[in-house]
């Protein structure tokens, strides 16, 4: 397990001291306060995965220390917990962007249950690991584009944002799709009621369903109280269902039934009851071909696409690199104290050639990865750690993009004498290696592809030349 740090706030000291054993005997690292004006000085000294805080405690209130946390780093989640639970207290809670909220008594096993649970739908969503950085406040964090399509999809949210209607929201996986939900849930008549996100690859799928509906006290064994589910605490709101694919076929059923029937049943529970949410839903697969391989319900797709929309990969819209390049420059330069460096021609270049099978999300990552490693003020091209994705495909494919990237300083072939796809390949290279002077590691970033490629390249010439 990656080291994951905690905060817990709590003024009993019996409570704050076996809170801790529990987290330190599941592998994490743990620091206590007292009380909220001690937990928000540490939290602005550290760096924490999660909080955890009780609701009542004198002086400053756990919703107060909520909302101060909220404001210094506003993807940060936090769990609150109380004795004097109620579905209002909840919502409220949430509304504030609680991640999850837990009624006394507890178990220990419930609230490292609830740990995993936030810090799981968290992962999802930060692949850099590591500890939790300071983030700009959500205000700043609109999606970037000048991309027209981008542009339109804007107008067309904007337009169907005050419907109750169901979105689907589909596009490959770093495209922002949660971005687009939130969009959309900002400019509907629901922007001052909660919005709720669940992840439902995240979620181990014998937990999935507590989570959603939630579940009576004595529903089954451990089940030591009452738990609000995901929409109950998103009612009158807005509920996102990330990667709804990944539902099993009875979770399906239940959330079909949801849909129709606009009430829930809570597991155990004996009564149900009415239920007012929108459902927002995204997914990174191709959903039409799960319909037709029967892995999702057809009447369930039916219910949510009643809005579709489709995210276009960035590779579809270059426009949007050097904008994007340029945001998460200054964001990164301004997170790690480290003055803005440029991006130089030959660095946009690369940039505008790689394909982003990671989309943005990649692009984010690679911008954030060449702030660290630049030292001048400019970011070069041997600033970035691009995948070498699609090395093996036909190299007459890459040959309108290597005549590209030599265009500075390399001799170029002449095309117009008879050779063959391989040959000119092989000329490439050869070319590229004699201006760098024999550097494999230069070429290769030059040409587009990784060393690995380029060494195997230079063995199949070897092979060959020596048949």
């Given amino acids: 397990m990656k080291e994951t740090h905690i905060l817990v706030v709590d003024d009993d000291t019996s409570m704050r001291m076996a809170l801790c054993e529990t987290l330190e005997s599941c592998g994490y690292l743990v620091e206590a306060a007292a009380n909220g004006i001690e937990a928000l000085d540490k939290f602005r000294a550290g760096a924490f995965e999660a909080v955890i805080t009780d609701m009542r405690m004198p002086g400053m209130s756990g919703m107060e220390v909520l909302k101060s946390i909220k404001k210094i780093s506003p993807e940060s989640p936090v769990i609150l917990i109380t004795a004097y639970g109620t579905v209002n207290t909840a919502v409220e809670a949430m509304k504030e962007g609680a991640s999850d909220f837990i009624m006394k008594p507890f178990s220990l096993e419930d609230i490292e249950f609830v740990v995993k649970n936030v810090l799981a739908t968290q992962g999802g969503k930060d692949e850099k690991g590591g500890r939790a950085e300071r983030k700009i406040p959500a205000a700043d964090r609109e999606i970037i584009t000048q991309d027209g399509r981008m542009l339109g999809i804007f107008d067309f949210l904007k337009t169907v944002a005050k419907s109750k209607s169901s979105v689907l929201i589909q596009g490959e996986s770093g495209t922002g ?264 590691t230069k070429a290769a970033e030059i040409l587009g592809i990784s060393v690995r490629t380029m060494r195997n390249k230079l063995q199949e010439y070897s092979l060959k030349g020596s048949e």
């Fill in 177 to 440: 799709k949660e971005l687009f939900a939130r969009f959309l849930y900002r400019h509907s008549d629901r922007k001052h009621m909660p919005f709720v996100a669940v992840n439902c690859a995240a979620i181990p799928e014998n937990l999935l369903e507590s989570e959603m509906f939630g579940y009576e006290k004595g529903a089954f064994t451990g089940a030591m109280q009452r738990k609000i589910g995901k929409f109950e605490l998103a009612n009158g709101g807005t509920l996102l269902l990330d990667e709804v694919t990944e539902m099993s076929p009875h979770l399906q059923a239940k959330l079909l039934r949801v849909i129709q029937e606009k009430e829930i049943d809570r597991v155990g529970g004996k009564m149900p009851f009415p239920i007012d949410v929108r459902i927002i839903a995204t997914t990174n697969a191709d959903i039409r071909k799960a319909v037709e391989d029967r892995a999702f319900r057809d009447d369930l797709y039916y219910r949510l696409n009643v809005i579709p929309l489709k995210i276009p990969p960035l590779r579809e819209r270059r426009g949007d690199i050097e904008c994007l390049g340029r945001h998460f420059l200054e964001k990164y330069a301004n997170l790690n104290g480290r003055p803005l460096p440029v991006l130089d021609d030959s660095t946009l270049k690369r940039l505008n050639a790689y394909d982003w099978p990671g989309n943005v999300r990649e692009l984010e990552n690679v911008i954030e990865r060449a702030v660290l490693v630049c030292q001048g003020d400019a970011v070069l091209p041997e600033h970035l750690y691009l995948e070498d994705v699609g090395s093996d495909d036909p190299p007459g494919e890459k040959m309108s993009r290597f005549r590209e990237e030599i265009a500075d300083g390399i001799p170029e072939i002449d095309f117009s004498r008879d050779m063959t796809i391989w040959e000119m390949e092989k000329e490439l290279i050869f070319n590229t290696l004699d201006k760098v002077k024999g550097n494999k």
